[in-house]
């Protein structure tokens, strides 16, 4: 795949911090500084100083055409763009658009539609990916490696699931940050200095899932392993697992919440 790219090309529309840390990533992997083109307003001097071709005329026969502007942008770029060749593959990075508002523009070409999420930007995040019908394995796999720059991929049955994947992983961060923030004034509550209280909580939070991602037992195990009889981390959890106040209710509404927000902002 990446063959294909240093020969036909990729061009990346915008560049902000989502299309950056892309950028950041194909290089990485080995596509050649060469073969992208930069198409944004904002582009810095810099990416021309590493040998990226940035702004000019736009080919009509790339392999992937990788569409990273805000949403309100979406048809001024588009309208900018020449028509693409069939095998021109087209990569949404663009939250809440549909697949069905990107054929508008490029009804002739195979299209994925993607939903990273924020720790991406340091090449940890996980995508969710998912074709219209005219993307058949080819074309899903050539969206795979893009997006593998930046992290783990997943490909999704069907459209309608972009909804849960916002709510879980593309606004999940911010759950785990809120949690930190929580664990710190817990700590704090119970005497620690503040300084002392964030680190433990943040150190805590990342060895925890990279353990769950390291090995093949379940979380539940995992929570099982580190919870003795009657020990202090028994006592913690009955707080966390009420059935009706503890986090798993909290979550599922947290999420049901983020995922009809999401399918709202789609019908806009």
Not at 24 to 31: D, E, L, M, Y
Not at 96 to 119: A, D, Y
Not at 132 to 149: F, P, S, T, V
Request: aromatic letters at 2%; hydrophobic letters at 45%.
């Amino acid at each position: 795949m990446i063959t294909d790219i240093n020969k036909r090309g990729l061009v990346l529309i915008g560049c902000g911090r989502m299309g950056g840390a892309l950028l950041k990533g194909w290089i990485a992997s080995g596509v050649k500084r060469s073969s992208i083109q930069v198409v944004d307003l904002l582009a810095s001097e810099e990416l021309k100083d590493m040998g990226i071709k940035v702004g000019g005329e736009v080919p009509s026969d790339p392999a992937c055409v990788i569409l990273a502007v805000k949403p309100q942008s979406l048809a001024n770029a588009a309208n900018t763009l020449p028509t693409f060749g069939s095998d021109t593959t087209v990569v949404s990075v663009i939250a809440g658009k549909t697949i069905e508002s990107l054929e508008v523009f490029f009804p002739n070409n195979p299209i994925i539609r993607t939903m990273p999420n924020t720790p991406a930007m340091i090449q940890q995040g996980v995508t969710a990916i998912v074709g219209n019908k005219k993307a058949d394995g080819r074309h899903i796999e050539l969206a795979r490696q893009i997006m593998m720059a930046v992290g783990h991929v997943v490909e999704l049955e069907n459209e309608s699931q972009i909804d849960a994947v916002t709510a879980l992983s593309g606004s999940g961060p911010a759950y785990v940050f809120h949690m930190i923030e929580a664990m710190t004034v817990a700590g704090e509550h119970e005497g620690l200095p503040p300084e002392i209280a964030l680190e433990l909580a943040i150190r805590t939070v990342f060895g925890a899932g990279m353990l769950a991602l390291k090995t093949d037992d379940h979380p539940s195990l995992l929570r099982q392993n580190v919870t003795s009889p009657n020990g202090t981390t028994e006592a913690a959890l009955k707080q966390l697992m009420n059935l009706e106040t503890g986090l798993t209710s909290l979550m599922m509404k947290a999420v049901t919440a983020a995922a009809n927000r999401s399918r709202e902002l789609a019908k806009n």
